[in-house]
């Protein structure tokens, strides 16, 4: 057995305390409570038609990235990323924080259709990812790694299903749906649930991003003799429809769904909104925070759809679960998966088993502008 010298012996000894040194202050550095800020990425749509939910996303996500550092005694960077409600730009958000900002923790994205794009690339990448509102049913299914404070959009058709035929009374139905992934969650199961029930689809027809003319479609359901309208829209394509809808004196009810239960929809078409109705999950935003957006940015709460609330608590959820859980994509997830009846801004928060939001949806008439729920009825 050969000694090492007493000089290469020092070396050794000082070497491995530095490298034990240096190992210990990288795991503090990691801990909850560092100096070094979480970063989290907001992918959401920023510009463009779908403005709405995006920029009072924006909103929600700086108030909790504000709050973090005081709830939590973790200081929170937020990087956002605009997707436009676009697949492809959605990806390229996604790339820019996961591979240049190096950013694990994903707010986003809104539109049903960006989020499945980038879902399965943060579940390959082990990113953690939650979406504030898309809907879309596929995202459900997307990875263990991606979870939605929102329901998916299956929920809602159901419920209208059943609404539509059981108190509305209506037997002869025509659909006009948007071809994304938020239509297509939406259309064969309010068709499967209302012929279920006994109803008939008069009328199928899809139409591609950016078409604004409906005229032929509603004439087509008027010669079907349809007794209702249900067009599954975003904000833009719901506003000519609802438009159109009305410029032909059309007798049959005109059916909606969450994406226009928006401020910038209802300013849109005003008065002609009377009578709508549409399914979303009840306004259950905290008073406290409605109050404090508010205040922060100068405006009117536009509403838990906007994903005001919803954006405020994906980041809060991020911040607190690495604040006790360390900075860890897979510890995080199983935190996250453990929470049951946790409040939130929003409300209270449960996932279940796929990632998804547990919470029932409501049926609104819209009337005097203002909505009105009308089912399930109020006890």
């Known amino acids: ?29 990691s801990r909850p409570g560092s100096a070094e800020p979480l970063r989290i990425g907001v992918v959401a749509p920023l510009s463009g038609d779908a403005s709405f939910w995006g920029t009072n996303g924006q909103a929600g996500a700086t108030l909790a990235a504000e709050d973090a550092e005081k709830r939590f005694g973790l200081p929170v960077k937020v990087r956002f990323e605009d997707e436009r409600c676009d697949p492809k730009a959605a990806v390229a958000a996604f ?33 953690l990812l939650i979406t504030p ?16 404070l929102w329901t998916p959009a299956g ?37 499967e649930s209302f012929e279920r029930l006994g109803g008939a689809i008069v009328l199928e027809d899809e ?12 004439a087509k359901a008027r010669s079907k003799h349809a007794d209702g309208v249900y ?13 159109q809808f009305k410029e032909q004196k059309l007798s049959m009810l005109f059916l909606g769904t969450s994406a226009l239960n928006s401020q910038d929809f209802f300013a849109a078409v005003g008065a002609l909104a009377d009578g709508i109705v549409f399914a979303d999950l009840p306004e259950s935003t905290e008073e406290q925070y409605k109050q404090r957006f508010e205040e922060r ?7 838990i759809t906007s994903t005001a609330s919803t954006s405020y608590d994906a980041v809060s959820l991020i911040a607190e679960a690495v604040s006790k859980v360390g900075d860890d994509t897979g510890r995080v997830k199983e935190f996250l998966y453990g929470l049951r009846d946790h409040p939130g801004a929003s409300g209270s928060i449960t996932f279940d088993r796929n990632g998804d939001l547990q919470r029932s949806h409501v049926v609104y008439r819209r009337a005097s502008g203002q909505n009105v729920v009308v089912y399930p009825a109020v006890q």
């Open 1 to 29: 057995m050969h000694l090492l010298p007493p000089v290469r012996r020092h070396a050794l000894a000082r070497f491995t305390f530095a490298c034990v040194l240096s190992a210990i202050l990288g795991a503090l550095c």
């Open 95 to 127: 790339q820019h924080l996961t591979e240049i900002e190096q950013v694990r923790y994903i707010v986003g994205a809104t539109c049903s259709s960006s989020t499945a794009a980038i879902a399965p690339l943060a579940e390959r990448k082990r990113v």
């Open 133 to 148: 509102g898309s809907e879309a049913d596929s995202i459900s299914r997307m990875g263990d790694f991606v979870f939605r």
């Open 155 to 191: 929920v809602q058709a159901t419920l209208m299903a059943r609404y539509a035929y059981q108190e509305l009374g209506l037997r002869r139905i025509a659909v006009l749906g948007l071809q994304n992934d938020f239509s297509a969650a939406i259309m064969p199961r309010f068709k």
């Open 207 to 218: 139409y591609a991003a950016g078409a604004l003319d409906f005229r032929s479609a509603l």
């Open 231 to 243: 067009g599954i829209t975003y904000m833009t394509d719901g506003v000519a429809l609802l438009k």
């Open 297 to 303: 940015f100068k405006r009117a709460w536009p509403g």
